[in-house]
């Protein structure tokens, strides 16, 4: 293999092993076990960091995502428990910052939407095929079928003739 | 006929309807997160006062009036941007403005109001971000008005200019103002 062929697969494997990207964000916080870092980062990496929103607080290298993980750090080390954590950060900055956002009235459209739609398109799609399978092809208006037995009788009048 | 033209009109229809929700959400700001703390009481704290080093300042000092609390640094380019704003809303609406120095250096800070005016009846200092979590600041500026018993009553995300003082603050605070 050329080394160029060889690019692909290696940014792929680079890009699968994404996960130790977080690794320099967190190399501050010390812990205890390897259970406690791992639910540091999977705490932080349910939430969102409302400054580049599309990064998760784990993930982010924004100030603020600092600031807001030595907080989670804090209280984690606090014994204070990831239900607790969540709903501090939900009571300052808002549903937002759940990457998974709770169901309640003012979701319901985003929940189940996407669920509506299909059954609507669904209950579409039905109908058009059960049409589609109970109609004829197509279907003519009085006038074009005379006119049709017309013309067919006139060619076949004129083969008649032919022979 | 009359069907046929339905058949049609139906695809239409649900096209521009999708098209008009479309063009609306281009319309909003995805940075503007709406703040759970509308309408709940500001959370009491004390900081360092910005402009006394030493001197611890309290949100107690808040109440009795409708005032505007402005998280700003002088790292931030926006804050410079409606600095002139702020001034002038101090000096001629009679509304109490105190600021919020947040994630910034003193001496820095300072010199901002040193050269750009000081529109601030008093500063807070928190340097470590360590109220402006319990605060749900997440950038500057941002603008708190905060009726005269300490309720949050509206967060402006971003800076204020005439055309914002006018039509998002003013009724908020003309609102809240005791009347008499």
């Not at chain 1, 939407?113 to 399978?133: E, Q």
Request: aromatic share 10%; hydrophobic share 40%; proline share 7%.
């Amino acid at each position: 293999m050329s080394p160029r062929s060889l690019l692909a697969p290696a940014l792929l494997a680079a890009l699968l092993a994404g996960g130790s990207v977080n690794a320099f964000t967190l190399q501050e916080f010390s812990f205890d076990t390897p259970a406690h870092e791992q639910a540091f980062r999977d705490l932080t990496g349910k939430l969102r960091c409302l400054v580049c929103q599309n990064e998760s607080l784990a993930a982010s290298q924004s100030d603020l995502a600092q600031d807001l993980r030595r907080e989670v750090y804090a209280m984690m080390r606090a014994g204070k428990s990831q239900d607790e954590i969540t709903r501090f950060l939900v009571d300052r900055y808002g549903d937002f910052v759940l990457y998974q956002p709770p169901v309640k009235p003012s979701t319901y459209l985003l929940w189940f939407g996407p669920f509506i739609l299909i059954g609507v398109g669904a209950v579409f799609l039905l109908r058009t095929l059960r049409r589609r399978g109970s109609e004829p092809e197509q279907t003519l208006s009085p006038d074009d079928q005379t006119r049709i037995e017309q013309i067919l009788a006139a060619a076949e009048a004129s083969k008649e003739t032919a022979k | 006929m009359a069907a046929s033209t339905t058949r049609y009109l139906v695809p239409l229809g649900a096209f521009l309807a999708l098209a008009a929700l479309l063009f609306y959400g281009l319309g909003l700001d995805p940075s503007k997160v709406p703040s759970p703390l509308v309408d709940k009481p500001l959370p009491a704290f004390q900081l360092e006062s910005l402009k006394d080093p030493g001197k611890l300042i309290s949100s107690d000092a808040l109440k009795g009036k409708v005032s505007l609390v402005n998280v700003w640094a002088s790292w931030c380019p926006s804050c410079r941007q409606e600095h002139a704003k702020l001034v002038r809303v101090a000096r001629e609406s009679g509304v109490k403005v105190v600021g919020f120095n947040w994630k910034d250096e003193r001496s820095a800070a300072l010199e901002m109001l040193h050269r750009f005016g000081d529109p601030y009846a008093m500063v807070f200092y928190d340097h470590t971000n360590k109220v402006g979590i319990d605060l749900g600041v997440y950038g500057a500026p941002e603008t708190f008005i905060v009726d005269p018993n300490g309720i949050i009553r509206h967060k402006r995300i971003g800076p204020i200019n005439d055309k914002v003082w006018q039509d998002e603050m003013l009724p908020v605070i003309k609102k809240y103002t005791p009347k008499g």
